[in-house]
Every structure is written in structure tokens, then in C-alpha cells.
């Protein structure tokens, strides 16, 4: 009668346990570097998109104060002169001023729908200004607005009559009673910023 033969249970060298842990290792990590390749991918396409949400925010501003710009020149805060409906001048704080209409005003409050804007650059933040009243007073806060950052330079030049462009506005050598009251035909703004490069809006000036 020959011998039974004793069973063996199939089983895992050491050898093997070890190579298929390092192949789960080397599995897992390559997942968890997709994993957060993919969420960088997702931040970055999260942070492109309100950027250029921002972009375009802004350009809104500039292209809805530009368009409904009104011929009314406001008092200054010391009351000795008349500003120009539109001013912009580089020795002068502010990048432009202006009075824009359309100034909406759904609570019925006793107003004008005209309101007076200025825009500023500043620790490369692009800011819009506006006053509750056109002929303010000496302390009159205006309303302050960042609406765009990263802006290395911002240029805007005006186009008159003669369809000349200027940077200052009223034109230099204009006749300051009657230049208050003038508007250009059209506005060309130039943008250049960190992220992007340097982009051009040319807006038409609604009557002017």
C-alpha cells in the first residue's frame, strides 16, 4: 500500500509578497499624482476663468461709463471753477473724470441719473470711483471700487473732431469755457497687464 501523499496549500514566497507590494506602491502613488494633477488642473482652470471674468467685468465699467457720457461740466470741491465733463490730464491723480448718465435709481430716491466718475490706478490695481452728487462738496467720499489688479500700465486717449487722438482732455490749447462742454467722438483704452499681455478696447461715445 503505498504512502498518501500529504496535500500542500498553494501559498506566496516572500518574494512575491514583496514585489506585489511594491507594484501596489508604484500603483498608488501614480494615482494619487493623477488625483492631484487633476485638482491643479481644476484650480487653475477655476482661477483662468474668474480672471477673465474679472477682465471682462471691468470692461464693462469703463465701456458703460464711456458710452453714456453727458456734456455737464460739475463745480470743484472748492467751488472756484468748472470741471469739464470729461477731464483727464496726467499731472492729475486720476486717470480720467468724468459725468456719465443712466444712473439707475429704482428706489424712487429724489436725484439726478447723472453721476460723476473717475478712474485710478493704483499699487497696480485699476479703481472706479463715483459720488453720490456731481457738485460735491470739499470731504466728499467717493465710493470706492477695485475692479481689476495686476495692471502694469493703462492708456487712454481721446479722438476729437478733427479725428486727431489726444491723451489729455479737453485737447491742450482748447478753450476752456467751451472744451467743458465737449465730448471726443471716441475713446481708445489700452490695458497691459501681468497676465496677459496688453489688449485694446476702442468704445464710441454716444453723441459725441
Do not use: C
Amino acid at each position: 500500500m503505498s504512502r498518501a501523499r500529504k496535500s500542500r496549500m498553494p501559498g506566496f514566497t516572500l518574494i512575491e509578497i514583496l514585489v506585489a507590494l511594491a507594484i501596489f506602491s508604484l500603483m498608488a502613488v501614480m494615482l494619487f499624482g493623477g488625483f492631484i494633477a487633476i485638482s491643479n488642473q481644476v484650480d487653475w482652470s477655476r482661477a483662468r476663468a474668474a480672471r477673465l471674468q474679472q477682465i471682462q467685468t471691468s470692461m464693462i465699467y469703463l465701456s458703460r461709463d464711456f458710452s453714456q457720457l453727458q456734456p455737464r461740466p460739475v463745480r470743484s470741491e472748492l467751488g472756484d471753477f468748472k470741471e469739464p465733463a470729461l477731464s483727464a490730464d496726467a499731472r492729475n491723480i486720476y486717470l480720467v473724470t468724468l459725468t456719465r448718465g443712466g444712473w439707475s435709481n429704482p428706489a424712487g430716491i429724489p436725484r439726478s441719473t447723472l453721476q460723476r466718475v473717475a478712474y485710478l490706478l493704483e499699487d497696480r490695481q485699476l479703481v472706479r470711483l463715483d459720488w453720490q452728487v456731481l457738485d460735491r462738496l470739499s470731504g466728499t467720499e467717493p465710493r470706492r471700487i477695485e475692479i481689476l489688479d495686476d495692471v502694469n500700465e493703462v492708456i487712454i486717449r481721446y479722438l476729437d473732431a478733427q479725428l486727431e487722438w489726444h491723451e489729455n482732455w479737453p485737447p491742450l490749447g482748447s478753450d476752456n469755457k467751451v472744451a467743458a462742454w465737449v465730448r471726443p467722438l471716441a475713446v481708445e483704452i489700452s490695458l497691459e497687464l501681468s497676465d496677459h499681455g496688453r489688449f485694446t478696447r476702442l468704445l464710441e461715445v454716444r453723441g459725441g
